[in-house]
């Protein structure tokens, strides 16, 4: 039996088509914010932010395609090689079936048949002759079926081979494309950088405030985190009654696939030290995520929970946190807040709206995931627990 071989699962190229869908979807979310934005120099910031997010995600699509191309080519080859030993095979069975039917032909007829059994010396080697023209006879039809059925499978090797051939046509035309909107991407990122250097002194200064802020909110989200473990970080551990560890334990499960904060929007910064978009040498440790969303979006809680505390920020914006056992999750740059401290809170329900800034920019909500540890709080990778 000859093997065609399809290396690429099923599962695999779903996967890969799966999360190329999901790029695209961003970059297209992005995109239509871009549009609303483009020619408002206030949101210059927000827009090198959306577009340093979308040259990403074409990075990713990119290596995404190139990892399908090369899975294709290794399968390509793969049934190249087998195409090659089913031909020589079907040569080979083809050239043994003709010699099978000369030796037939030359036998054709009843009389040379019976004539080589009664040739015999005795009963015995009579009857095996006449055995040996039974196989003999069986032999030639299996010979025959063979030959159809390698020809049968030739037939759907050479189909496979023109699919996965299609197939990698249509992915390097997708690749060429995704690499010419990343370069134009890349000369308006250019562009926007040289043209946000000459703010250099406010951006530092926006850095500083901001960096002074969140140190102030993080020691206030320290403090409450404490107070709702009903004890020191020191001592043994969180109390919790035993709805809340079921709680903690629901929310554990389901990472990788909470909900979003917002129906729409565009992770503009992620999670840990990272690069300021703009200025050389500047690191920005980041809690959690900066998400990009259209002005006055709902905020929605990503599992159910207890409102912990209702936050002003020096924006005068608010900050939400909802306690799920032992994890907490933390809303920020929000307004019009819909719930207020010892709510109980349902997933997807909405908590507040997105600020609207009066400068016509997009909204940007900052959202962070806190766990319980000793001796302090730690926070987690939003994007690890969201779904993707």
Known sequence: MILIISGIRAQDIEQLKSEREKSLKEIAIAEE??????????????????????????ERIIRGINNEIRQLNNQIRKNETTRTELEKEITRLKEEYSKIIYRTYLNRNA??????????????????????LEEYGKYRRQQGELIVQRTEELKVLLEKLETDKNQKSSLLSAENREVSK??????????????LQSRERQL???????????????????????????????????????????????????????PWPVERGVVTMGYGVQDHPVLRNAKIDNKGIEILTEPAAPVRAIFNGTVGAILTLPSGNRAVVIQHGEFFSVYQNLTEINVKEGDEVKVKQVIGKSYKPAS??????????????????????PEKWLSR
């Open 111 to 132: 009389y040379h048949r019976a004539q080589f059994i009664f040739a015999a010396e005795d009963f015995n080697q009579a009857f095996k002759r006449m055995k040996h």
């Open 182 to 195: 990343m370069y134009s991407e890349r000369k308006q990122k250019d562009k926007l950088v040289k043209s």
């Open 360 to 381: 016509g920019t997009n909204s940007e909500i900052h959202f962070e995931i806190w766990k319980y540890a000793k001796p302090m709080p730690v926070t987690l990778d």
């Open 204 to 258: 530092k200064k926006e850095i500083n405030d901001k960096r002074l802020a969140y140190k102030r909110l993080e020691s206030e989200i320290a403090r409450i985190i404490a107070a709702a473990s009903g004890t020191e970080f020191a001592s043994s551990g969180m109390r919790m009654t035993p709805e809340m560890k079921i709680l903690s334990n629901d929310f554990s499960q389901n990472q990788g696939g909470l």
């Open 33 to 58: 914010m871009l549009q609303q934005t483009l020619s408002n120099r206030e949101s210059q910031l927000q827009n090198l932010k959306l577009i340093n997010r979308n040259v990403t995600q074409r």
